[in-house]
């Protein structure tokens, strides 16, 4: 008949056995007697699986058209099984399975047979064997429950990566392959390992993994295929901020431009290019570049130059170079040097406003953990100290210093729509006497929000960035704004705690990320004001 289904009943050599087979839920309607042969096969196969290594198939009769009755032997259970190995095995394979260990032999649970066994091929394969083979031969009964059998391996030649070609971004830095995903070339041939290390493209900004990497064997040669595709990573960022005027109670204006260059030349490098002007007469210019893994090495080298000039008091320019180790795809440290120069640019010095150079020996660790896959926030965890010392010279004298810097911030993923981002930046220099150009600047959006671009002055400071987030789309997300900050300045002995409060949305555009935040500060020794509130907007682009 045309569409009529078969049925399968099957039954084992007693009323128990047949309850084994039924606790496997087999198939029991088939369209065709084909696939009812092999629902029986699978059954065979599960079976010796759980221990009935004896089950055959005895017969399989017709009872009507529609129905099939099938008889199976399983026989006795068998529990456990001895492998016996000879003097050339790897006994160290053994540490990766579950198992009872013997002299020359170990034993298994018989369902946890197949599983140990294609553990300890794939260890094989990892030490460079690809193409190896296990077999157990030599198979016997030592009891009821218990078998025994020869462990055979079949080797091949050792294979090693002789060639890695990229396909898609052709120009992708060796040395990134070399040093950052650390393939090489000469290396035994582990795919499991290949495809960890490629994953690591997750933490870079300028390329992707358009699908996972491919091997072509040949008789005397392995060549490693690597599929990626170049990204959009150069960002211009800007923000345009007003808010009321103390002294004049008009509207002051200011803003920033921050421009990053990354692998336009395809060696990885980065260079940034940063000017700020703001609402109290400051002005801020900061270029830098860092170039990673000079000459293929783990070596980086990080150059820079700041100038800052405060309306017409004082002027200073920094430079520095520094020397990076790149530990692996998140860590990095690095040693260098910083030197100040400042200009007194009123016409007479004072103890507390002078010209001065500062020449500092530095170190610093970096610590990032990435999520370029969320374009909202694509760096989840930043961590980043140093540390500098050495002394100012000037007229009234040498003086030795010491300054740490600390920035870090995480992202706590509450769940898909929600999270919280919470930032510490601080710092601290430490000497007998201070100057006034030499202190810490800070305050405005990217610290503590609410008060005027650099407008706060310190030899220490801390500042606590919190927001609480909500994702309304892919695209849009809108937070709060509760920050808190410490600080002093010994120059003129305050101590004072700060804190700034609001609310902010970004917005993901075709233009780039857009993002509005609305703050007020507060001191302790002034009160809240909403004539005070700043509103900072920034469009960050990438091109």
Do not use: C
Request: hydrophobic share 35%.
């Amino acid at each position: 008949m045309i569409g009529q289904s078969l049925n399968l009943s099957i039954k084992g050599e007693s009323v128990g056995k047949t309850t084994i087979i039924d606790s496997i839920n087999y198939l029991k309607v088939f369209d065709n007697y084909k696939n009812l042969e092999t629902e029986l096969k699978t059954i065979q196969n599960k079976l010796t699986r759980l221990g009935y290594i004896d089950t055959k198939i005895e017969r399989v009769e017709k009872q009507n058209d529609s129905t099939y009755n099938a008889q199976l032997f399983l026989g006795d259970k068998i529990n456990s099984i001895r492998i016996n190995y000879n003097d050339n095995f790897n006994l160290e394979l053994l540490n990766f399975i579950t198992h009872k260990k013997g002299k020359n032999f170990f034993e298994l649970d018989i369902s946890q047979l197949e599983n140990s066994l294609n553990s300890l091929n794939s260890m094989i394969a990892e030490q460079g064997d690809p193409f190896s083979s296990l077999q157990l031969i030599n198979i016997s009964k030592l009891n009821s429950d218990f078998i025994s059998a020869d462990l055979k391996i079949t080797a091949n030649q050792k294979r090693r990566i002789d060639k890695i070609i990229v396909k898609g971004y052709e120009k992708f830095p060796k040395s990134y392959i070399k040093r950052f995903m650390k393939l090489k070339t000469e290396k035994s041939f582990n795919l499991n390992a290949i495809k960890d290390k490629v994953e690591l493209l997750e933490d870079v900004r300028f390329a992707n993994k358009i699908k996972d990497p491919e091997v072509l064997f040949t008789k005397d040669s392995t060549t490693l295929y690597l599929y990626l595709e170049k990204t959009k990573t150069n960002n211009f960022d800007g923000f345009l901020g007003f808010g009321t005027n103390e002294n004049t109670n008009k509207i002051d204006f200011d803003g920033y431009l921050d421009l990053r260059l990354i692998n336009n030349l395809n060696f990885g490098e980065t260079l940034n290019l940063f000017y700020k002007s703001d609402e109290i007469d400051q002005q801020t210019f900061r270029v830098d570049a860092d170039l990673p893994y000079l000459f293929s090495s783990p070596i980086g080298l990080q150059v820079g130059l700041n100038i800052f000039r405060k309306d017409t008091t004082f002027s200073n320019a920094r430079q520095y170079v520094k020397i990076n180790y790149q530990i692996n795809a998140q860590n990095k440290i690095g040693i260098g040097i910083n030197a100040t120069t400042s200009t007194n640019l009123l016409e007479n010095d004072t103890d507390i406003l002078n010209d001065y150079t500062t020449n500092y020996f530095t170190l610093n660790y970096n610590y990032i953990k990435a999520q370029f896959y969320d374009p909202l926030f694509p760096i989840n965890f930043w961590f980043n100290l140093s540390s500098g010392f050495g002394e100012r010279e000037n007229t009234l004298g040498n003086q030795n210093q010491t300054v740490f810097n600390l920035d870090t911030y995480k992202i706590f993923n509450l769940n898909n729509k929600n999270s919280i981002y919470t930032r510490f930046n601080g710092a601290i220099l430490t000497s007998d006497n201070y100057l006034d150009n030499e202190l810490f600047r800070f305050g405005g959006i990217n610290s503590i929000r609410g008060f005027e671009e650099n407008s706060l002055v310190a030899n220490l400071y801390g500042v606590i960035n919190t927001e609480y987030r909500y994702r309304l789309s892919n695209s849009i997300y809108i937070h709060s704004v509760l920050d808190a900050a410490y600080f002093e300045n010994q120059i003129n002995d305050t101590k004072e705690k700060l804190f700034g409060f609001g609310f902010g949305l970004g917005l993901l555009t075709n233009a780039g990320l857009f993002r509005l935040n609305y703050s007020s500060g507060k001191s302790e020794n002034r009160q809240f004001k909403l004539s005070d509130s700043k509103v900072h907007v920034s469009l960050t682009a990438t091109f």
